[in-house]
């Protein structure tokens, strides 16, 4: 779970290097990679050695680091081409606060199915949890982000209805311009 804190800003650390990259500027990331290895084994430093806690925070330091690899980059980033900053934290913004209350929306059903409908001892009551879990979040989020108005994912779900509609269209694929023509008597 310590892990999953910073999972985001490692994937946009991965694209802000290839906009640094784009620039051909190959040393602000090497500088901030550095910087940001050694704030993380200092964590994971403090964390075990001087303030004896357990193992997971060695994944807490980890996805720290990782976040603030991100934002160094992205400032750093931003200096250098300046960003529109609406068009880039407004959607981010919008899908934390959906994310957050698909997660409240998501735990409390969870927590009362697994202790009073769910035998999750067993595996056929696990993968039912699972399911109806997977289900309701999927729901929950794909209407808060209908009601946000969030544009990246409409762009996914329409790219989710060609990917659906694609067989129908392979089945019977439109005359080419040699099948148009008449046949030779």
């Known amino acids: 779970m310590a892990f999953s804190i910073g999972i985001a800003a490692q994937a946009v650390s991965l694209l802000l290097l290839r906009g640094f990259y784009a620039i051909r500027d190959s040393f602000t990331p090497v500088k901030v990679n550095v910087f940001t290895v050694a704030v993380n ?7 075990i050695l001087i303030l004896k806690l357990s193992i997971v925070y060695l994944a807490l330091a980890y996805s720290i680091s990782n976040i603030l690899n991100a934002l160094l980059l992205l ?3 931003d200096r ?7 068009a880039l934290f407004v959607p981010a ?3 934390i ?10 735990y409390i059903p969870m927590k009362l199915l697994d202790q009073l409908v769910f035998d999750t001892t067993r595996t056929i009551g696990l993968i039912l949890l699972t399911g109806i879990a997977t289900a309701v979040g999927l729901s929950v989020y794909a209407f808060l982000s209908w009601i946000f108005k969030v544009k990246e994912v409409l762009i996914f ?3 989710v209805k060609k990917v659906i509609t ?3 269209r392979l089945v ?6 040699i099948d148009a023509q008449q046949p030779n008597p």
Not at 41 to 47: E, G, W
Not at 98 to 104: G, M, S
């Open 80 to 86: 250098k081409v300046s960003f529109d900053k609406k």
């Open 41 to 47: 084994i200092t964590l994971s430093l403090i964390f």
């Open 166 to 168: 694609l067989p129908s």
């Open 157 to 159: 779900y329409q790219l």
């Open 172 to 177: 019977s694929p439109a005359p080419t311009s």
């Open 75 to 77: 400032y750093l980033l």
């Open 97 to 106: 606060v959906i994310t957050i209350l698909t997660a409240i929306s998501l």
């Open 93 to 95: 913004i919008k899908m």
